[in-house]
T-cell receptor, first 112, second 114 residues
Framework: GEQVEQRPPHLSVREGDSAVITCTYT??????FFWYKQEPGASLQLLMKVFSSTEINEGQGFTVLLNKKDKRLSLNLTAAHPGDSAAYFC???????????FGAGTRLKVIA | DAGVTQTPRHEVAEKGQTIILKCEPVSGHNDLFWYRQTKIQGLELLSY????????DGGAFKDRFKAEMLNSSFSTLKIQPTEPKDSAVYLCASSRQFSNERLFFGHGTKLSVL
């Protein structure tokens, strides 16, 4: 079945720096990709949903890149600020089976 | 407002006890998921329901974990008997249609087993 590896597990950056989180997946039939953000003590909230047809997806203060050839999904936070400090999870679905598989998460800390 | 309601927010149990966690999905959602969240393992799928039918029953979690969905607006997760290694946050999530829809998560139940 699908396996999703997320790196790094922990990331600490200074305010204004960029932060990059990467997920690699195994099922080439996976079609839907998600990034969720979980602030301390809060539930997971959707950051962005990506379809396999779109390689570059821009949000507010971040960019999501999808490389289907390498089966890699990345979240790039540009000019990180302390409010970005949270856990981030990628999720992959729609592949050969129905499973919605999460990465293990990245705990990001942005230092002011 | 998370949209998915989980109760209780915190649960403390002694080893060997039976505990029941509750979840109310977003109204109108057909898919419901139970996950266990730990820092080491991340999010592990425990159970998945589609239109109240159990589609996935957690593999390694089958022996002591039992999820039920008696109606479309309520689900329970029973852990019996509890063990200290069950200490984790249990998350419930729902969606309209699996695979291409986002999940709406509850705030979770933090379980501590002594």
């Amino acid at each position: 079945g699908e396996q999703v590896e997320q790196r790094p597990p922990h990331l600490s950056v200074r305010e204004g720096d960029s932060a990059v989180i990467t997920c690699t997946y195994t099922d080439p039939n996976s079609y839907y990709f998600f990034w969720y953000k979980q602030e301390p003590g809060a539930s997971l909230q959707l950051l962005m949903k990506v379809f396999s047809s779109t390689e570059i997806n821009e949000g507010q203060g971040f960019t999501v890149l999808l490389n289907k050839k390498d089966k890699r999904l990345s979240l790039n936070l540009t000019a990180a600020h302390p409010g970005d400090s949270a856990a981030y999870f990628c999720a992959v679905s729609g592949g050969g089976n129905y499973k919605y598989v999460f990465g293990a998460g990245t705990r990001l800390k942005v230092i002011a | 407002d998370a949209g998915v309601t989980q109760t209780p927010r915190h649960e403390v149990a002694e080893k060997g006890q039976t505990i029941i966690l509750k979840c109310e999905p977003v109204s109108g959602h057909n898919d419901l998921f139970w996950y266990r969240q730990t820092k080491i393992q991340g999010l592990e799928l425990l159970s998945y329901f589609r239109s109240k039918s159990l589609m996935e029953d957690g593999g390694a979690f089958k022996d002591r974990f039992k999820a039920e969905m008696l109606n479309s607006s309520f689900s329970t997760l029973k852990i019996q008997p509890t063990e200290p290694k069950d200490s984790a946050v249990y998350l419930c999530a729902s969606s309209r249609q699996f695979s291409n829809e986002r999940l709406f998560f509850g705030h979770g139940t933090k379980l501590s087993v002594l």
